[in-house]
């Protein structure tokens, strides 16, 4: 499939244990933030999203946290399975139409 | 709905070859986004349009670059003349015009030897 990163931050994970992953975002401005998740050899497909008069939003086993003070952003994924294998990006909203996407975290989820 | 779709899935040329990448938006989706990634820069955004109009190219890399939307299903990305750091994953996006949410393509891997 297509190679997305070798390089990225990685965070390796047992089966069933809760994962966090961490995202700095730039613009203080930024009103919208999402989170994608990245297979090998597919697109990025979308998790969950925030807007920022929000600091917490809950969807199935996953929780996004938003924190303006310090532009902070992170994904929890509770009882992570070898499916939640992947590159994860958080992307902020950019003018009308634009998403600026991070670098992505790589999550292994070990059996 | 089959989802964005782009072709080819896998492109392999030589360098200084016209490279033409295909996308078809998802139906009733009116704006349409191409993206690269590589390993040293990620995600990046090249060019957009809404109602098929480009309203965005600035991150088109060079002139050898060209996108065009003829109509609101279908929309292509060129490069002419290919180079080899051109060689990169190319990803299609669609979504509603005032929506945040992107729907991405499987992406073509592009080869430039």
Known sequence: ???????????????????????AYSNSASDYFIWYKQESGKGPQFIIDIRSNMDKRQGQRVTVL?????????????????????????????????????????????? | DAGVIQSPRHEVTEMGQEVTLRCKPISGHNSLFWYRQTMMRGLELLIYFNNNVPIDDSGMPEDRFSAKMPNASFSTLKIQPSEP????????????????????GPGTRLTVL
């Open chain 1, 66 to 111: 938003l924190n303006k003070t310090v532009k902070h952003l992170s994904l929890q994924i509770a009882a992570t399975q070898p499916g939640d294998s992947a590159v994860y990006f958080c992307a902020e909203k950019e003018g009308n139409n634009r998403l600026a996407f991070g670098k992505g975290n790589q999550v292994v989820v070990i059996p």
């Open chain 2, 85 to 104: 750091r051109d060689s990169a994953v190319y990803f299609c996006a669609s979504s509603l015009v005032g929506y945040n949410e992107q729907f991405f």
């Open chain 1, 1 to 23: 499939g297509e190679s997305v990163g070798l390089h990225l931050p990685t965070l390796s994970v047992q089966e069933g244990d809760n994962s966090i992953i961490n995202c």
